[in-house]
């Protein structure tokens, strides 16, 4: 992506590693992960083809001497033994990790804290993969309501193609797309081979409170550089998926 094509709000889209610690507490967080799910059957209804899609939840947790730290490891391996485990220390912050690789989808678990752990840290959840099937939402929904105490803040994302070409979708495909995710525009950046769209959409409960106006989604469009067709990436409530 190139900096200089896109709004500040889709500049700050781009760094979304850093708006998942920050916005937290401006994220209207939804209970299951079934997001991901209504995102893969509207694309699909529209003939797409996913080839990658992603669920990232977190929430605040309080972990404040290390015994409480090496009490929480044994928690977490107590309770996905098949995950493997590690707790480190580097850069600064200490660190609790799992990861799991199912072969469809990898699944990870991270804590992470400033070194003093007196601030807040953070309980992660990563799942990602490639081709979609619709148990994959069960399976990782079942993991974050096993994982998480609260209700955490889900992003749900999805990377594919669809046949027609960028122009073509445009002017046939996307207002029918916009119409069954029930989105409407917000702000958007329309060039020739790159289309940016931010949208509040009232399938999704995630809203973000940082705008002027509420919006819940994004869709990436771009010719595809690769042969014919348009890639695109749709998430809730943001990208976390580069395009």
């Known amino acids: 992506m190139r900096i200089n094509r896109f709004s500040i709000l889709s500049q700050i889209i781009i760094a979304f590693g850093f708006i998942f610690i920050f916005i937290g507490n401006n994220t209207i967080a939804a209970p299951t992960s079934t997001d991901i799910q209504n995102l893969a059957k509207i694309v699909d209804k529209h003939h797409g083809k996913i080839t990658g899609w992603s669920l ?51 699944e990870s678990i991270q804590i992470l804290s400033a070194s003093n752990r007196q601030t807040t840290s953070y309980l992660i959840y990563e799942a990602n993969g490639e081709n979609w099937n619709p148990k994959f939402a069960e399976l990782t929904g079942k993991t974050v309501m096993h994982l998480f105490k609260e209700n955490p803040k889900l992003f749900s994302c999805i990377k594919g193609e669809f046949s027609e070409e960028l122009k073509e979708f445009v002017d046939h495909s996307l207002d029918g797309l916009l119409h069954s995710l029930h989105a409407s525009e917000v702000e958007s950046l329309k060039e020739k081979e ?47 998926i580069e395009y």
């Open 56 to 106: 990232y939840a977190r929430e605040s947790v309080y972990l404040l001497t290390e015994e409480k730290w090496l009490a929480k490891k044994q928690e977490l391996e107590d309770q996905f033994p098949n995950m493997k485990w590690k707790l480190s220390k580097a850069n600064g912050t200490y660190s609790i990790h799992g990861f799991i690789d199912h072969g469809p989808f990898s």
């Open 194 to 240: 790159f289309y940016s769209i931010s949208a509040f959409s009232s399938l999704f409960a995630q809203t973000l409170s940082f705008t002027n106006k509420q919006m819940n989604m994004q869709i990436g469009l771009r010719k595809n550089e690769m042969g014919t067709g348009t890639t695109f990436v749709v998430g809730t409530p943001i990208l976390t």
